[in-house]
């Protein structure tokens, strides 16, 4: 696609719940990151991915926190019995090959899904 | 740890002026900066990035510029639209690989 896209872009679930957030990167780009953004804060880190393998995933939360990327591509936040403190903007961004050694690559986001637990 | 500051949280100037938003680092040893706009409710957009061995970048009405021995960068508006209306962010990457973000600076361009 054009650009990195998010799923749902809003969801609304109970406390207790699990949910799943979609994020489809750039094509043809290798590295995807995960953030989370909570009211008048700028993101948080979560999760890095390069390919298919989480190259730093020190981010999570807790244990509740889970994300997958099994084809390099498409990724999938879950979160397991949801709190109200999960309530946040979740951003995924992409970039070609990651910052740092790789390469100077700039990092584009998605729109975030917005989630609220109630 | 890497820590970016943004000062000042949020900011008012007429339409016409020039404006600049400032980023302090901690640590030193980034591989690039970047600035993004956030319009309210929505992702973010990049603006500019700079590479460790650059000094600036510019595109349009925007330049940026990286004094890495320092720890601070600058995003430099000129002509003020009210279409300039967002908060703007900085994010560095360090050694992790990931982006470390600063919290802010909520642009109002007032018509």
């Known amino acids: 696609g054009a650009g990195v896209s998010q799923t749902p872009s809003n969801k609304v679930t109970e406390k207790g719940k699990y949910v799943e957030l979609r994020c489809d990167p750039i094509s043809g780009h290798t590295a995807l990151y995960w953030y989370r953004q909570s009211l008048g804060q700028g993101p948080e880190f979560l999760i890095y991915f390069q390919g298919t393998g989480a190259a730093d995933d020190s981010g999570l939360p807790n244990d509740r926190f889970f994300a997958v990327r099994p084809e390099g591509s498409v990724s999938t936040l879950k979160i397991q019995r949801t709190e109200r403190g999960d309530s946040a903007v979740y951003l995924c961004?992409?970039?070609?090959?990651?910052?740092?050694?790789?390469?100077?690559?700039?990092?584009?986001f998605g729109q975030g899904t917005r989630l609220t637990v109630v | 740890k890497q820590e970016v500051t943004q000062i000042p949280a949020a900011l008012s100037v007429p339409e016409g002026e020039n404006l600049v938003l400032n980023c302090s680092f901690t640590?030193?040893?980034?591989?690039?900066l970047q600035w993004f706009r956030q319009d309210p409710g929505k992702g973010l957009t990049s603006l500019l990035l700079?590479?460790?061995?650059?000094r600036e970048q510019t595109s349009g009405r925007l330049n940026a510029s990286l004094d890495k021995s320092s720890g601070r960068s600058t995003l430099y508006i000129a002509a003020s639209q009210p279409g300039d209306s967002a908060t703007y962010l900085c994010a560095v990457t360090s050694g992790n690989e990931k982006l470390t973000f600063g919290t802010g600076t909520r642009l109002t361009i007032i018509p």
């Open positions: 700079i590479q460790s061995s650059q």
């Open positions: 640590d030193s040893a980034i591989y690039n």
């Open positions: 961004a992409s970039s070609l090959r990651g910052g740092g050694r790789r390469g100077n690559t700039e990092a584009f």
